[in-house]
């Protein structure tokens, strides 16, 4: 049972329905997470904004493997079976993708660029080197495109915060991250 309110659309503040609404639109129900922040206007907006934003970088696959190396990074087993679902689902990646991904890694070699960065910079609160940065540009990545990356990060580690600490009731295939990717 989750710690904070995750309340049904209709006993959400008025600002916060037509957020819901768009993601029911989209992934055909709102899941958990979303009902949870909707308790906050504010903060669904900020991060339904962000999202939105960042949905518009990078592709798909590269988010959703950042997605799931930063829940892993922050042990957020709501976010890894959530990641894990719709980097399945939506993203069409494969399981051994997803297992690579939560390590870090991808078995194509930019997105291993991107996500290995990502959980490093997860891991080391934004702590990296030049190498790490030079790596990532050799891998065919623009500054503007760090940038997003980073930003990616961000964004999850809000949704991983948010979610460990409200211990958010998982309504996806459950996925542990003390369990091996």
Do not use: W
Request: with cysteine; proline share 3%.
């Amino acid at each position: 049972m989750s710690r904070l309110a995750i309340s049904a659309r209709d006993d959400v503040p008025e600002a916060s329905k037509p957020i819901l609404d768009a993601v029911h639109k989209q992934l055909g129900a709102v899941p958990n997470m979303f009902r949870l922040a909707a308790s906050s206007p504010a903060a669904l907006q900020g991060f339904s904004a962000n999202s939105g934003a960042l949905a518009r970088t990078l592709d798909l696959k590269t988010r959703e493997g950042i997605a799931l190396a930063v829940a892993q990074v922050n042990g957020c087993d709501y976010c890894l079976s959530a990641h894990s679902y719709l980097g399945l689902n939506l993203a069409g990646i494969s399981a051994a993708e997803v297992a690579l991904n939560r390590k870090g890694d991808s078995g194509d070699a930019k997105a291993a660029a991107a996500v290995g960065f990502a959980a490093k910079v997860a891991r080391e609160r934004g702590h990296v080197g030049d190498v790490d940065i030079e790596a990532v540009r050799q891998a065919g990545f623009s500054d503007s495109q760090i940038v997003e990356i980073v930003a990616l990060v961000a964004e999850n580690v809000f949704t991983n915060l948010l979610n460990v600490v409200a211990q958010t009731e998982i309504d996806f295939p459950l996925v542990r991250a003390d369990e091996a990717a």
